[in-house]
């Protein structure tokens, strides 16, 4: 498999991301082990979670995901193989996203003990936070840093102007660089990365790791109409988003490449984003084992140029 560099570290991952907010969500922690079982088998050892996920389902209370990689990690003592990120920021029960320093410097220790490892490859800021100096910010993850306890920092969410503020930064204070980006990136959500984001990037060099990649489920076509709304817990905002002309353009686009190259709409999906050079990888997530196959494919799919150009021409929102 094809291993690729995050942003200018000497970190490899391969070309898809796994998305950990299924993780005790809408995979509970036997299913769990069985998924991160299959992709470790497969080589699929880039996961990303949260310490929010999944605080959002009945019941939780954030952390739920990361103690179940925990778990798993010790049990099958293989922490060495994989390359972990994980997030702070959210709102975890302050009422509001927050990244002062003591606040980053408590949630590393949360991280750490859900995760029960004593360091994360990738750490994300999740959410901006403005009322906190980028100065004070970058300060605390370069504590972090020199303690050993993160390989990397990465930024989610950020705007094009904050992102290049953060940059700015780190170069005048010599503090460590946002060295990989979070954005969300897939074929109906293109022009706020394209347009501004992606040239960023690409002038830093920085890895960029998109979420969404799928849609929420839209893009593997499982939504066409809709009472498919009522397949998921989230079909319902999936078909207020995403089931509109474009969707559907996007949608018939998928089924025809897919079509023609004995693939899946999802495998099409995720390979036309690795096929984008500023990508490092997509996060795509699956909450059954059998739905591996079409994450696994996907990295073994090539597109040609005239897939890339009718999926392009399908998606562009001016069409």
Not at 17 to 29: I, L, M, P, Q, R
Not at 47 to 71: C, F, L, P
Not at 173 to 200: C, D, K
Request: charged letters at 20%.
């Amino acid at each position: 498999m094809e291993l690729r560099r995050l942003g200018s570290s000497d970190i490899l991952v391969p070309p898809l991301c796994f998305g950990g907010n299924v993780f005790g969500w809408t995979a509970d922690e036997a299913t769990s082990f069985r998924l991160l079982d299959g992709l470790f088998e497969a080589g699929f050892t880039f996961i990303d979670t949260a310490d929010v996920y999944s605080r959002w389902a009945s019941g939780n209370q954030g952390g739920e995901s990361e103690t179940i990689i925990g778990k798993w990690m010790k049990a099958r003592g293989n922490r060495a193989k994989i390359v972990l990120a994980t997030k702070v920021g959210s709102d975890m029960g302050l009422g509001k996203r927050c990244l002062k320093p003591d606040y980053v410097r408590t949630a590393i220790e949360a991280s750490l003990k859900r995760l029960q490892t004593d360091y994360v490859d990738l750490y994300f800021s999740h959410w901006d936070d403005p009322e906190t100096p980028f100065e004070d910010v970058l300060a605390t993850y370069d504590e972090l840093i020199k303690a050993g306890k993160v390989r990397l920092i990465g930024a989610s969410n950020l705007t094009a102007s904050r992102l290049f503020d953060a940059l700015a930064v780190s170069a005048r204070e010599g503090l460590p660089r946002y060295e990989v980006v979070q954005p969300e990136y897939n074929l109906y959500a293109r022009a706020g990365y394209e347009a501004e984001i992606e040239p960023i990037c690409q002038r830093n060099g920085l890895g960029v790791v998109a979420y969404y990649a799928l849609a929420a489920g839209f893009l593997t076509g499982k939504y066409r109409v809709p009472a498919d709304a009522a397949s998921s817990v989230r079909g319902g905002d999936v078909v207020k988003t995403y089931l509109n002309a474009r969707g559907l353009r996007i949608l018939a686009a998928l089924d025809a490449v897919a079509a023609a190259r004995g693939a899946t709409p999802a495998q099409v999906a995720l390979a036309w984003i690795m096929a984008r050079p500023s990508l490092t990888a997509p996060i795509a997530s699956a909450s059954r084992v059998e739905q591996l196959g079409d994450l696994f494919a996907s990295a073994a799919l090539t597109l040609s140029p005239t897939d890339m150009a009718r999926l392009d021409g399908a998606s562009a929102e001016t069409a």
